[in-house]
């Protein structure tokens, strides 16, 4: 089944809350930023795996973090994922 075009990216930026990290399949951001301005959810801040590797969450206090449902890490990448997770405030 293709995910293209089902309004999954969508969903899952509206759901997430304010000043969320959202993690796009790529470094190549154009689209997800673009998106997030037409759904009004400017507030979000859209970045690449990379940002999971150079540990750029290490320090912070996230309100969310968000996998694109077509993302997919590798083993580097899904372990700093769950290090990161342990910013999150509750």
């Not at 075009?5 to 993690?23: D, H």
């Not at 154009?30 to 320090?59: C, F, M, N, S």
Request: aromatic fraction near 8%.
């Amino acid at each position: 089944m293709d995910d293209r075009q089902t309004g999954k990216t969508t969903r899952q930026m509206e759901n997430l809350p304010q000043l969320a990290v959202y993690v796009w399949c790529n470094s190549i951001l154009g689209y997800p930023k673009d998106l997030a301005k037409k759904i009004g959810r400017t507030d979000l801040e859209i970045v690449g795996p990379h940002w999971l590797t150079d540990q750029r969450w290490r320090g912070r206090s996230l309100t969310g973090l968000e996998l694109d449902h077509a993302c997919r890490l590798d083993s580097r990448q899904y372990e700093a994922f769950e290090s990161a997770l342990t910013c999150i405030s509750r």
